[in-house]
């Protein structure tokens, strides 16, 4: 990813952050027959020894020929908030009028080697953490327990654990960095979806 050292992010804290709270990734490797991409919801573990920029895991249909690239590198792109800058923000603009508009963005492209677990212990434990987290907003929220043992038991077999220990991790905080501090305000207070993360700025 092309990325200048102004637009680059990489605190490992922030960077999981964005995965978490867009955690719907593009899985993308290289297979016999070309290029393939599929987008998978993923959780985020934190770092260790054997993982130094995390670990995530998701799982895929057992039809999904992608779980049999385990060994492979992958590269899974997670998309943050995006939106597109108009020029009309700018100071200069209506002094010289040199200015163009742009897309801000913040994405992060996490690179490791494939794992496929076929485990229903794995999965299982790997569902129930995924439903807990994103039925926690709801006011009557559903758990994996709520489904009939043999439903369960056949949709296990239908599905097999996918996990990438990432050994690199890089994030793209494209947020008008390279323009005056006026400029960024005008951005922030125009693009509400990009005003928290610029906010966050070092």
């Known amino acids: 990813m092309y990325s200048p050292s102004h637009f680059a992010e990489t ?119 995924l439903t807990a987290r994103h039925e926690a907003p709801r006011a009557a929220p559903w758990a994996v327990a709520d489904a009939p043992a043999d439903y369960l038991a056949s949709t296990l077999k239908a599905i097999v654990g996918i996990e990438i220990p990432l050994d690199r991790l890089d994030g793209k905080w494209k947020l008008s960095q390279n323009r005056p501090p006026a400029d960024r305000a005008a951005v922030a207070g125009d693009c509400a979806a990009l005003a928290p993360l610029m906010a966050q700025l070092p």
């Open 11 to 129: 605190r490992t804290d922030t960077l999981h952050a964005l995965i978490e709270a867009h955690p719907l990734g593009t899985l993308v490797m290289q297979t016999a027959d070309g290029l393939v991409a599929d987008h998978i919801p993923f959780e985020i573990g934190a770092p260790s020894a054997a993982a130094p920029h995390g670990t995530l895991r998701a799982h895929v249909a057992r039809a999904n020929p992608l779980w049999r690239q385990a060994g492979a590198g992958a590269l899974v792109v997670f998309q943050g908030p995006s939106a597109y800058v108009s020029p009309s923000l700018y100071q200069e603009k209506p002094v010289s009028g040199k200015v163009v508009p742009t897309w801000n963005y913040a994405v992060v492209h996490a690179h490791g080697l494939l794992r496929a677990i076929d485990d229903p212990a794995w999965l299982l434990a790997l569902l129930e953490r």
